[in-house]
C-alpha cells in the first residue's frame, strides 16, 4: 500500500488537543484512526470538515489516515 500525497495538504488542528480536533481537507473522502498497535478506533467519512472527540481516548500517538480520490495522507496525532 503506497500512500500518495493530497493535493492540497489536509490541515488538523489542534494537534497536540486533549479534548477534539478538527481536520479540514480540500476532497471527499474517509478516515481512520489508529492507536500505535494497529487497533481501529474510528472510521468516518470527511466532506471538508469534520470535528473528531479523543475526550476517550487514551494520551499518546494515534495515526489519522485520510483517503480520497486524491490520494492518501496519514498524520500523527497527539493526544495530551
Same mark, same amino acid.
Given at each position: 500500500?503506497?500512500?500518495v500525497?493530497f =493535493?492540497? @495538504?489536509p490541515?488538523?488542528?489542534p494537534?497536540?488537543?486533549t @479534548? ?5 481537507s &480540500?476532497?471527499h473522502?474517509?478516515i481512520?484512526?489508529?492507536d500505535l &498497535?494497529g487497533?481501529?478506533?474510528?472510521s468516518d467519512s470527511i466532506?471538508d470538515?469534520i470535528?473528531?472527540?479523543l475526550?476517550?481516548?487514551?494520551a499518546?500517538i =494515534? ?8 490520494? &492518501?495522507q496519514q498524520?500523527?496525532?497527539?493526544k495530551?
Open positions: 500500500f503506497c500512500f500525497p =493535493d492540497v @495538504e490541515i488538523v488542528y494537534n497536540p488537543s @479534548e477534539s480536533i478538527y481536520v479540514k &480540500n476532497t473522502g474517509s481512520t484512526l489508529h &498497535n487497533r481501529l478506533l474510528l466532506i470538515q470535528q473528531i472527540n475526550a476517550h481516548l487514551q499518546g =494515534d495515526i489519522l489516515n485520510l483517503t480520497s480520490s486524491s490520494g &492518501n498524520v500523527k496525532i497527539y495530551k
